[in-house]
């Protein structure tokens, strides 16, 4: 009786990744020294400031460009080798669409290529592209654009799918479908590591959000965790018709100082509020040591 190997648990494993370029005085570290694993079936969102490294990181997943120095591994082999297997899909910002073909044209062309394409009317359907599927491509918003990529990131049924900024010139309720469709596809085993500038949509839709700064992992956690990171809590009122704020380190300086202001009959509106998403990575990324 023959069997069937298991798919992987770890889907990406890099270890000791650097990327340099230029040299001497002029070396720019893009990557820096990164340690990272991902296993099957997470929804990992990678967030960092401009020019953190999270581009470099994702070309060496993918295998665009080589590391300066460590290794990485996806679905147990190289990024050359993975993505010649068609185990990658990946969704870049921009390029690679003909603008006078249709957008079932586009998709119809792509599966061609491959040896065991999923049927192009399910991935018109999951891209929600059915309704402009003979539509030219060059007639198509950004939004659409984006997502004819994934339709075509999808086309291999890959067990990774990699997406840089994936959602750019989506509507709300555009990238609302896009994310319900990444948890199915995530329900289904599929790995789905995305970068974006979308603190909400990291938030929301990630189970787990790695942030670089400076070609370094700086935190890797769930969102509720790098919320906890930052445990302040920022009070407001209002003092003779004038707002005050002010940020206190925890929720027991939050009660005590929330007490001290009620018993001051001038103070109004006072409001109490945890530190969001967005101040966990203001703070961590900040340059200044204040």
């Not at 390029?95 to 079932?104: M, Y």
């Not at 003979?134 to 075509?152: P, T």
């Not at 009122?237 to 009620?262: N, Q, Y």
Request: hydrophobic share 40%; with cysteine; aromatic share 4%.
């Amino acid at each position: 009786m023959s069997t069937t190997a298991a798919p992987p648990t770890t889907v990406i494993r890099a270890t000791g990744l650097h990327r340099h370029f230029g040299a001497g005085d002029r070396t720019v570290r893009a990557v820096d020294g990164i340690d990272l694993t991902v296993h099957r079936g997470e929804i990992v969102g990678l967030l960092g400031p401009n020019g953190a490294g999270k581009s470099t990181l994702i070309d060496l997943i993918l295998g665009l460009t080589t590391p300066t120095a460590g290794t990485v591994d996806v679905v147990g082999t190289t990024p050359a080798a993975a993505v010649a297997d068609q185990r990658i899909g990946a969704v870049m910002q921009s390029g690679g669409l003909l603008p006078d073909l249709t957008v079932a044209t586009t998709v119809r062309m792509i599966a061609s290529t491959y040896p065991h394409p999923r049927p192009v009317d399910d991935l018109l359907e999951l891209a929600d592209l059915t309704a402009i599927a003979h539509r030219r491509v060059g007639r198509c918003s950004g939004g659409e654009q984006q997502r004819l990529r994934f339709a075509l990131a999808l086309v291999g049924d890959p067990e990774l799918l990699i997406l840089d900024e994936p959602t750019a010139g989506m509507d709300a309720t555009a990238r609302h479908r896009f994310w319900d469709t990444m948890a199915d596809r995530a329900a289904e085993g599929t790995t789905v590591v995305f970068a974006t500038h979308y603190l909400e949509e990291a938030q929301n839709f990630a189970r787990r959000i790695v942030l670089v700064d400076d070609g370094r992992i700086t935190a890797d956690a769930s969102p509720d965790e790098l919320r906890e990171y930052d445990a302040g809590r920022v009070l407001t009122w209002t003092r003779d018709g004038t707002t005050c704020t002010e940020d206190v380190p925890d929720a027991a300086a939050s009660d005590a100082r929330a007490r001290t202001l009620l018993a001051d009959p001038a103070v109004s509106d006072l409001r109490i509020a945890a530190h969001t998403l967005e101040d966990t990575f203001l703070r961590l990324t900040r340059k200044d040591p204040s």
